[in-house]
C-alpha cells in the first residue's frame, strides 16, 4: 500500500489512531468509510494532505464543484473536531491558517449513500 503520509505517525484526523490504521486505507481505496463520520474524518486528512482526487470521488456527483483543485489553496489545515454525529448529518470544526492567520470553520455536513457507499452532499456552515 502507497500512502502519501507515514503510516506509523498520528492520523491528521485526530482519531488517536495511526494513520495506516485510520484514513489511510480509506485514501487508497481498500476500506471505505462505514460511517458519515469516518467519512468525514478521511475527507479532512485529504484536505490536508490536499488529495483532490479523494475528495472529488467522496463528493456526490450532484453537488460536486467542477473546478475543484487543492493544490491552488493556500490554506493549512491544522486541527479536527467532531461535535455531534448522527444519522446522516457530522457537525465539526476545522482549524486551519490561510495567509499566515488562523481561522475556524464549524460546519454540519450532510451525506447520503450512493452505491453503498457514504458521500459529502453539502453542508451548512454554522458561524464560529
Ligand atoms: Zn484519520
Known amino acids: 500500500m502507497s500512502l502519501p503520509y507515514p503510516p506509523f505517525k498520528p492520523c491528521p484526523c485526530g482519531s488517536g489512531r495511526s494513520y495506516g490504521a485510520c484514513c489511510g486505507p480509506r485514501h487508497a481505496g481498500e476500506r471505505p468509510a462505514e460511517t458519515p463520520e469516518a467519512l468525514m474524518r478521511s475527507r479532512y486528512t485529504a484536505y490536508f494532505l490536499r488529495d483532490t482526487g479523494y475528495v472529488r470521488r467522496t463528493w ?8 475543484l483543485n487543492l493544490d491552488a489553496e493556500n490554506t493549512c489545515y491544522t486541527g479536527l473536531t467532531i461535535h455531534r454525529a448522527e444519522g446522516d448529518e457530522v457537525e465539526f470544526t476545522a482549524t486551519f491558517r490561510a495567509d499566515g492567520r488562523a481561522g475556524r470553520m464549524r460546519e454540519r455536513s450532510h451525506f447520503a449513500r450512493v452505491e453503498e457507499a457514504w458521500v459529502y452532499v453539502d453542508g451548512e456552515v454554522r458561524g464560529g
Open 60 to 67: 456526490h456527483p450532484d453537488t460536486c464543484p467542477s473546478d
